[in-house]
Nanobody, 126 residues
Framework: QVQLKESGGGLVQAGGSLRLSCAAS????????MGWFRQAPGKEREFVAA????????YYANSVKGRFTISRDNAKNTVYLQMNSLKPEDTAVYYC???????????????????WGQGTLVTVSS
């Protein structure tokens, strides 16, 4: 079973940038659709971005479209989330998730996600 570990979170000022990484173990990572989700204090977890196995298909939440970019390097078993023009409302714990049997669209809908990382905290100050 694949295991996921996020990194790259931290404190950044509004307007700044961060790049999150999600390192996966397991030899079949390259066949998985992957996603990023986030949970702000007192709120439900929400979808952020999803990517298919090859990186050719991506989906974004409207709230991050044009500011965040999801990508993957299958040779490194890693998925990235480049976050630019950060806003205080982006403050949350960010999780990556894997859908071994899912398409990227399903991941964007929160379906068929079988593996989750432990999360990394992103704090955006105003």
């Amino acid at each position: 079973q694949v295991q996921l570990k996020e990194s790259g979170g931290g404190l950044v000022q509004a307007g700044g940038s961060l790049r999150l990484s999600c390192a996966a173990s397991g030899r079949t990572f390259s066949s998985y659709a992957m996603g990023w989700f986030r949970q702000a204090p007192g709120k439900e977890r929400e979808f952020v971005a999803a990517i298919n196995w090859s990186g050719g298909i991506t989906y974004y939440a409207n709230s991050v479209k044009g500011r965040f970019t999801i990508s993957r390097d299958n040779a490194k078993n890693t998925v990235y989330l480049q976050m630019n023009s950060l806003k205080p409302e982006d403050t949350a714990v960010y999780y990556c998730a894997a859908g071994p049997t899912a398409q990227a669209m399903s991941v964007s809908e929160g379906r068929y996600l079988e593996v989750w990382g432990q999360g990394t905290l992103v704090t955006v100050s105003s």
